[in-house]
């Protein structure tokens, strides 16, 4: 295997770039299933810990970029009716052995738009989630908002219910570009949310923002950094543009015929995240993974994305969400009634699975892993009976000639300009089976 050189030409065109798993999504098949209701029904691996997560797919807006399953048309009828459909998910997988008796040691609230939902809905929703898997002992409770749906009520009850780090989707800070690109919410709804959310004293506040939006300029790419400094949320989250296939943006690239999307290249984005992280390096913060800033790396951590890079078991609920038990991944049912009524039938709404062996475990948690930047190679020998930089022999000295890389003893350690496109290298260490094939 070999890690490619960057093309001459970097345009944005269509296809997932971000890399979130291993295998790929589109090995996953509905011939897997057995094995994943397999491991729901064996004890949980000793020393794993437990994670939730819960899909909310109700928004405001579609954005023109989103590719996540998310509805725009439901009645209140109908929201309601998933959201007890989600509790019944999880009461029947806590019978499971897998399940069963556990506390879970982080809880991530995903969307769609969890604050979409009502004071009462969520108040409800959590209650009875705490009541079958608790998680009063939560190391983190993590919950994604859409700034123009907090009101006071709302970020007060979000906080009650324990949600330990606030994540704004605020993406720009340009009102013509976040219309542009389908946002819902307009800058100053950015700021007030921001303010009555810091003064209701959260641990953790991180911020979303996106490089390389449809109509971004350098001059706008630089004041939304700037912005964001002076606000001094405890994180910042950075993501390139991509243009999945199911997104607006793609179907309308489709009707036109044409191959590059409206967005900027892959080497301006590049370049606009190093200047964003440059910025917020001289404000004090640090880097802590390829998307990620944080102003405290003793106190502000990501334990979801740290514990789900290292292996622990996520059991996902609601449409489309994806679990990863007792080292085999599955995804439920992708469409909202047929979830609702598998689930509402007592049965469990799984649609695909996938079960790796253990060379394709050892390089999900290494690629995943190489995403912060720096990784103890020690640790996967321990882990795996397997030393990567033996492993990976091919693979790191080719990110070794290109500059990318240096190792000091077990340390690995990429270089900023690695980083910065850290996705794009993953590709090298994946499987012959699995290269050049579609990702999801």
Known sequence: MTISAPPAAEATTVGNYFVSNYPPYSFWTADGVPAAVA??????RPGTDLGIYLHIPFCRKRCHFCYFRVYTDKKNDEIQGYLDAALAELAAFAKRPAITGRQAAFVYFGGGTPSFLSVEQLEALTDGMKALVPWDRAEEVTFECEPGTLTDRK?????????????????????????????????QQVYRAYERARGAGFPQINIDLIAGMMNETE???????????????????????????????????????????????????RRWVADAFAALEGAGY????????????????????????????????????????????????HDFAPYVQRVTAGDLPLARAYTPDDDERLI????????????????????????????????????????FAQVDGTRLTLTREALLQVDRLLHGFFLPRHAHARYA
Not at 241 to 268: F, L, R, S
Not at 371 to 394: E, L, S
Request: charged share 20%; hydrophobic share 40%.
């Open 39 to 44: 491991a729901l029904d064996q004890p949980p």
């Open 155 to 187: 970020i007060d009850a979000i906080r009650r219910i324990g949600v330990t780090r606030l994540s704004l989707g605020v993406e720009n800070f340009d009102d013509h570009i976040l219309e542009t690109n389908g946002r819902a919410h307009l800058s």
């Open 219 to 269: 001059d706008n790419w630089r004041q939304c950094i700037a912005k964001t400094i002076a606000l001094d949320p405890d994180s910042v989250t950075i993501y390139q543009m991509e243009i999945p296939y199911n997104t607006t943006i793609y179907k309308q690239m489709k009707a036109e015929g044409k191959i590059t999307a409206p967005v900027a290249d892959w080497a301006t984005k």
């Open 286 to 333: 640090t880097v802590a993974s390829a998307y990620t800033a944080v102003k405290d790396p003793a106190r502000t951590t990501f334990v979801y994305r740290d514990r789900l890079w290292a292996g622990a078991d996520l059991l996902g609920l609601g449409v489309a969400s994806f679990s990863h038990i007792s080292g085999t991944h599955f995804q439920n049912l």
């Open 364 to 403: 999900r948690e290494f690629i995943l892993q190489l995403k912060t930047g720096h990784i103890d190679t020690g640790y996967f020998t321990a882990k795996f009976g397997v030393d990567p930089q033996v492993r990976f022999a091919g693979e790191l000295a080719e990110l070794a000639r290109q500059g």
